[in-house]
């Protein structure tokens, strides 16, 4: 009976496939689900809305180019923790048109050359609420190098008569170096442009 059940589930899953989220995607690799990770630059074929548990999109690769191609990378104000994160690769752009919404917005730590230029963001929200807030742009340094040379340009964030839309941030820049911060729209929030240091990497060469 139990080799039944297991024959009978293989063949569910060879007619419907496996799960979607967890898959690399991009140009030449596979389209984009919810929750994949990007291993090649990739432009948006349409909206993408997502209630999976953790990331939108994750970067897996150095010099991912993601252009949102005037669609929308939405969460559920729920499950879906930040739209697009990286965590340690060089050369990422985010480009618009597009929308990032719903989720708590764009986190990419220790990349070297990151652009996110051309987007709007609205209700940046602390999905886990682990620290009262979030910001809808953060540029930062965890484990690895300290990022460097990040332009931040020409993005709308948060709604024009919303107080709330942006529960921390617009843009928070930790302990980065050479970085570029212009023609940003910022609405709401507790402080539009957050610029910290560091105790060990005080971050230089600011543009605004």
Request: charged content about 15%.
């Amino acid at each position: 009976m139990k080799l039944f059940k297991s024959l009978l589930t293989l063949c569910a899953i060879l007619l419907i496939g496996w799960p979607a989220f967890g898959a690399n995607c991009g140009d030449g690799v596979g389209a984009c689900a919810c929750g994949d990770t990007l291993t090649a630059s990739y432009t948006l074929p349409g909206d993408l809305a997502c209630t999976n548990s953790g990331n939108a999109l994750n970067i897996g690769a150095n010099d991912v180019v993601l252009n949102l191609g005037g669609y929308t990378i939405s969460g559920d104000s729920t499950n879906v923790k930040e739209a697009i994160y990286s965590d340690g690769y060089d050369g990422l752009e985010i480009r618009g048109p597009g929308t990032i919404t719903d989720t708590e917005g764009i986190k990419v730590y220790s990349g070297d050359g990151t652009v996110i230029t051309g987007l709007t963001i609205t209700n940046a929200i602390d999905v886990d609420s682990d620290d009262g807030g979030n910001d809808a742009i953060y540029i930062g340094q965890a484990e690895g190098a300290q990022p460097a040379n990040v332009e931040i340009s020409s993005n709308i964030i948060g709604t024009q008569g919303s107080a709330d839309d942006i529960t921390r941030q617009g843009i928070a820049v930790v302990a980065c170096d050479t970085v570029e911060i212009s023609d940003n729209t910022i609405y709401g929030g507790r402080i539009g442009i957050d610029i910290e240091p560091n105790a060990t990497r005080p971050g230089s060469d600011f543009s605004i």
